[in-house]
T-cell receptor, first 113, second 111 residues
Framework: EDQVTQSPEALRLQEGESSSLNCSYT??????LFWYRQDPGKGPEFLFT???AGEEKEKERLKATLTKKESFLHITAPKPEDSATYLC??????????????FGKGTHLIIQP | EPEVTQTPSHQVTQMGQEVILRCVPI?????FYWYRQILGQKVEFLVS????????KSEIFDDQFSVERPDGSNFTLKIRSTKLEDSAMYFC?????????FGPGTRLTVT
């Protein structure tokens, strides 16, 4: 069973059409939940870290929220340049100092002009 | 803005050959990671490195893989005897705390 599940797998929106991407997770001890943006052939680009339920963070047209079971990435009035794959990842407490991230499969977002 | 850099950008090798992938971390970062992404699949954690030793490794990181920080600046991933299924994008990531910053990746093609 996947620890991180993202939905939808793909989403096509018109420019200016707001929507939300979902990330549900099942881990025993959450250290942090991360959102990344990935463009084709590139490395993931860090967007947000969320640490506790109720936390929210914003950056330009993006806002990330966290509950005990899921996170949402809200995109408001998107532009074509927001087209990318958005990745969600979780980091569990392992007792060590350098814990790896477990990623979901991502949501491929296309914003049409 | 400081960035993680990786070389080479693309490496083609024959099955059974050894490859070394290189990463230059952001200068004040202390935690180092390798991930891989097979085409069309999700990003997978391989190994983390802190204080000159492996901190955590996944099931993928078997005896054919090794990491080291040979000169205090570069961070390398060595694959001893490559297999066809090692073909993937390999990403280095570095961090000072929990936030990991990724490099552009090395595309490894094993023929």
């Amino acid at each position: 069973e996947d620890q991180v599940t993202q939905s939808p797998e793909a989403l096509r929106l018109q420019e200016g059409e707001s929507s939300s991407l979902n990330c549900s997770y099942t881990v025993s001890g959450l250290r942090g939940l991360f959102w990344y943006r990935q463009d084709p052939g590139k490395g993931p680009e860090f967007l947000f870290t969320l640490y506790s339920a109720g936390e929210e963070k914003e950056k330009e047209r993006l806002k990330a929220t966290l509950t005990k079971k899921e996170s949402f990435l809200h995109i408001t009035a998107p532009k074509p340049e927001d087209s990318a794959t958005y990745l969600c990842a979780v980091q569990e407490y392992s007792g060590g100092g350098a814990d790896g991230l477990t990623f979901g499969k991502g949501t491929h977002l296309i914003i049409q002009p | 803005e400081p960035e993680v850099t990786q070389t080479p950008s693309h490496q083609v090798t024959q099955m059974g050959q050894e490859v070394i992938l290189r990463c230059v971390p952001i200068s004040n970062h202390l935690y180092f990671y390798w991930y891989r992404q097979i085409l069309g699949q999700k990003v997978e954690f391989l190994v983390s490195f802190y204080n000159n030793e492996i901190s955590e490794k996944s099931e993928i990181f078997d005896d054919q893989f090794s990491v080291e920080r040979p000169d205090g600046s570069n961070f390398t991933l060595k694959i001893r005897s490559t297999k066809l299924e090692d073909s993937a994008m390999y990403f280095c990531a570095t961090a000072t705390g929990n936030e990991q910053y990724f490099g552009p990746g090395t595309r490894l093609t094993v023929t």
